[in-house]
């Protein structure tokens, strides 16, 4: 219900700024979506970019239900993507071969980083925070030099090498069937990822000590609960979600790693699970959200002179309103007062007809 | 026509499917203590809430001094005059008892916060109304009586004429409980008018002018205090007649169950909070630690628990050394633990009760397997704890723990303890915030406990609990045994006696 409101209000937000660019909001909205959702093509390609968001939605919203803020996602992608992409450029094996290569390496480099701010945290009461920020530029520059040194493409300085066929998460039966879309496999890992994730938060063990160690600590502690171990984990899993993410940005959407960027689908991951609530479905829905605002604004732009960055603006009172969810729970009485208010007017004057 | 100070007519509250107060109605003449008595879960703090303008009322009225009000916030009951003295604290733990009087209305010089200005008015009220506090301490170093003084003066501060204390003597020694009423009495007399929620009888019979007693949300009736017994009023507030004494039949105590020797802990502050402790726990026998609060139980029950390692010295469970095992080991051996902060230890508030009642047997057969969570086996077990124990909430056990009422969590706990058969039995403050035929009920269970043949470890700061239940007496000051007394031959003079430092007969320590 919070979330619906914050969208709500971002997008009336978003309309008084198309209307101070002389434009009118409904059709600057209707662009906007058309530009995310009209066709096939489009639609899967706003999928595709979501795919990365999902998982690192998931992967910030796992580690917020344990207790535990996950910032250290792009340092995640970026150690799951270059070992990923190390294996890929290396190794010659057949492509079922190369995928598992490919996305377990992801999925350790993921565990690593995601492990230590764990560790940090668990034994020597380093916050998370703190930790995640700074291994996340230890990433970067690890990616960089690895790059620069061993897989530079021959082109562009800037890139690794293109990421060969059999590696890479581009399936030509997907991208042809999708009028030439971006979609890949990585939306199966992103669905598999979620099953698994719904899974061990409701029905395992794993997932109730984590929980409890999220919730209270002091309690899971007496009850017999390993909060150092339980902290570890659930950053390691944290991480080696975002490490998928990396894979799938990469290896799927796109086709090499490039050097000297910081991966904004690593910050955004905390701003999808917010607006989800750290609800793994939500985090689905919330992600495909944003995907719709970021691929729709470029069509957006073209026909309407209302700049690409509105979008961005959209988001972010989303996300102000979302994180502000406190000031629209006070407020939940009043504004279903009003909202049965409207109904009931509108039912008087049908009555009345 | 006499006016009253505060008027609640017809008052209905509901959450969900439950009628928390079902047409109720109190008032409260000027220089009057009404309590407010009932059982926990009965409807008091919620009543007293929409008073205070936490909640709103779904129907029925509130007047002051004979004016009809709306109640909308705690801020428009401060400009009332009504002022709430809360039994969970709120207070900010770094700041300092001036910071938190005046937080919520700094006095203001130019841009800056004039307090020293405040210090001031608030050293006047504390000698006006004999509230001893030290404006610059900071709330987390001074005592709990000291903290509930600063609460005290924080609705004084904001010229309340109305005060209503939740349960106040919960959290303090006989002692401070004295020095309270003597607070109170003062208030009376400089012209405030007091509620009283409480479930102390005998306080009542103190201190207190009327008495409206509530039960399952309606109300039962309003009496004069200085015309009923304690008996009369507590079988009003559960509806059908208490029993006070404890029905214990004498018993030999068997092989032993717990041993310490000679362990030492260190507290929080890095210093011994025990030293040098020996003591043995038999099967079918009690033992109540008595002592003034932070004077080595909660090192002792933390030690023997594992929630914090020991310097030196031995902890043995039916002969199996336990001393650096883990919290999770010792539970398995046969631990049960009722701690004495049910917030921070006892639930997960997130949690809902069937979650709860499984925080330490999760990992056992049936409850899970292959690492898996049977949940039809969870939410029978946890069934079964909510209807021995009488746990009420508002959706059983799939409510949310943090929406229990205190009484009720308390249930749930030692519930869920008890029913795992243990061994040895840890109960700290195990009535702590209950209701009179709660704690009857529970001192029954735990007599049940000793006659089955299982060991009772008793902490309490109820001296009238430690004597009536234990066997054996041991008193504890600043971490040593002052003295070890068998229940029978025991009384309270001497006991307190103990309990103060003086050390007593049958101590075996110089």
């Known amino acids: 219900m919070v979330s619906i409101c914050a969208i709500l209000l971002g997008f009336v937000a978003g309309a008084v700024l198309m209307m101070t660019s002389s434009s009118n909001p409904l059709s600057g ?155 890949n496999l990585g939306i199966l890992i992103a669905l598999i990822a979620t099953a698994l994730v719904v899974f061990i938060l409701a029905k395992t063990v794993m997932g109730y000590e984590m929980k409890a160690v999220g919730f209270n600590s002091s309690a899971a502690e007496y009850g017999g609960i390993n909060v150092a171990k339980n902290a570890i984990l659930a950053m390691a899993i944290s991480g080696a979600l975002s490490g998928l993410a990396g894979l799938t940005f990469y290896m799927g959407y796109s086709n090499n790693m490039r050097i000297g960027i910081m991966p904004s689908q690593g910050f955004d991951g905390i701003a999808v699970a917010l607006l989800a609530n750290s609800n793994p479905i939500g985090v689905l829905l919330s992600a495909f959200f944003f995907a719709i605002l970021q691929t729709g604004k470029g069509f957006m732009n073209a026909m309407m002179p209302i700049p690409p960055e509105i979008a961005d603006t959209i988001i972010a009172v989303i996300i102000y309103f979302a994180a502000a969810s406190k000031l629209i729970e006070i407020n939940m009485d009043r504004i279903k007062g009003f909202v049965l208010r409207r109904m009931g007017k509108a039912k008087a004057k049908k009555g009345g007809q | 026509m006499e006016e009253y100070v505060v008027e609640m007519r017809d008052i209905v509250k509901s959450f969900g499917s439950l009628r928390a107060n079902d047409n109720i109605s109190l008032r409260l003449r000027k220089g009057e203590i009404l309590a407010l008595l009932g059982e926990n879960g009965a409807g008091k703090s919620t009543l007293m809430s929409i008073l205070f303008g936490l909640y709103k009322a779904d129907s029925g009225s509130i007047f002051v001094r004979g004016s009809k009000v709306r109640i909308t916030s705690p801020n428009v009951a401060n400009e009332l005059g009504i002022g709430m003295v809360h039994q969970h604290f709120k207070l900010v733990h770094n700041f300092t008892v001036t910071e938190n009087i005046v937080l919520g209305l700094e006095p203001q010089k130019g841009i800056s916060m004039n307090l020293k200005g405040a210090a001031e008015r608030i050293r006047t009220l504390s000698q006006k109304y004999g509230l001893d506090v030290d404006p610059n301490a900071k709330i987390e170093n001074i005592s709990v009586g000291m903290q509930q003084r600063v609460e005290i003066l924080k609705m004084l501060y904001r010229n309340a004429d109305v005060l209503i204390f939740d349960e106040p003597t919960a959290v303090l020694t006989p002692m401070e409980i004295r020095e309270l009423i003597a607070i109170m009495r003062g208030l009376i007399s400089e012209g405030k008018s007091i509620i009283l929620i409480t479930h102390k009888l005998g306080e009542i019979k103190e201190v207190a002018d009327y008495c409206t007693i509530i039960r399952r949300g309606k109300l039962v009736d309003t009496v004069k205090v200085s015309d009923a017994t304690q008996q009369k009023m507590a079988e009003m507030m559960v509806g059908h007649e208490i029993s006070f004494v404890i029905d214990k039949k004498e018993r030999e105590p068997g092989p032993p169950v717990l041993t310490v020797e000679n362990l030492s802990v260190k507290n929080t502050q890095g210093s011994l909070g025990l030293t040098d402790f020996s003591l043995t726990v038999h099967s079918g026998e009690i033992v109540g630690i008595a002592g003034v609060d932070g004077n080595g139980q909660s090192e002792l029950v933390e030690a023997v628990t594992g929630l914090c390692r020991s310097e030196k010295g031995s902890i043995t469970i039916n002969g199996q050394d336990i001393t650096r095992a883990s919290i999770a080991q010792r539970i398995h051996k046969g631990i049960s633990h009722i701690p004495e902060d049910r917030q921070k230890r006892g639930l997960v508030p997130d949690y809902t009760i069937e979650e709860n009642m499984i925080l330490e047997v999760y990992g056992q057969p049936p409850f899970s397997k292959h690492g898996l969570l049977n949940k039809k086996e969870i939410r029978a077990y946890a069934r079964k704890i909510v209807d021995d124990f009488d746990v009420r909430s508002s959706a059983g056990v799939l409510s949310k723990a943090g929406t229990l009422s205190g009484g009720n969590q308390q249930k749930a706990i030692i519930g869920r303890e008890l029913q795992k058969q243990p061994d040895l039995l840890i109960a700290v403050q195990p009535t702590r915030g209950l209701d009179v035929g709660s704690i009857e009920y529970i001192h029954k269970r735990i007599v049940e406990q000793r006659d089955a043949g299982k060991a009772v470890l008793l902490v309490s700061l109820e001296l009238d609990e430690v004597l009536q239940l234990s066997d054996r007496i041991v008193a504890i000051n600043a971490g040593r045994i002052t003295g070890e007394i068998l229940a029978k031959d025991a009384d309270e003079n001497q006991v307190g006696l103990m309990m103060a430092g003086v050390r007593g007969k049958g101590n075996p320590q110089s």
């Open chain 1, 29 to 183: 909205f209707m662009y906007l979506f058309q530009g995310g959702l009209k066709g096939v093509s489009r639609f899967c390609n706003t999928l595709a970019y979501a795919v990365p968001l999902m998982l690192t939605g998931l992967s910030v919203s796992f580690a917020f239900q344990t207790g535990l803020f996950n910032i250290g996602a792009p340092g995640q992608m970026l150690i799951g993507g270059i070992f990923a992409t190390s294996l890929a450029l290396t190794l010659d094996m057949p492509r079922v071969v190369m995928l598992a290569i490919v996305i377990s390496a992801a999925i350790a480099g993921g565990t690593l980083w995601g492990a230590i701010p764990g560790l940090l945290k668990a034994k020597f009461n380093v916050n998370e925070v703190v930790s995640g920020i700074m291994l996340n530029w230890i990433a970067y520059w690890i990616v960089y030099i690895t790059i620069s040194d061993n897989f530079k493409s021959a082109t562009i300085d800037t890139e690794s090498q293109a990421i060969p066929g059999a590696a890479s998460l581009r399936e030509p039966f997907l991208t042809r069937l999708t009028g030439g879309s971006n979609l």
